[in-house]
């Protein structure tokens, strides 16, 4: 009963850590598309956004 307790515990944390991650990846891709970048903040969610920076790592 005991390890099945400390295993949800850390899974959780685990989970709550992943989380904070990807908010925090999100805050920093807003951030830099529209703070450094002088873009919209909306528009780095959008594909196009997306596939016009994935092109200059194709070529």
């Known amino acids: 009963m005991k ?3 400390y295993i949800t515990r850390n899974l959780i944390k685990i989970l709550m850590v992943l989380l ?3 908010v925090l ?3 920093g891709l807003v951030i830099g ?3 450094i970048g002088e873009g ?4 780095v969610f959008k594909s196009g ?8 790592f194709k070529k």
């Open 25 to 27: 990846f999100l805050i």
């Open 49 to 56: 956004t997306w596939i016009h920076i994935l092109d200059f």
């Open 20 to 22: 904070l991650i990807l």
């Open 33 to 35: 598309y529209s703070v």
């Open 40 to 43: 919209k903040s909306s528009e």
């Open 3 to 5: 390890s099945s307790r």
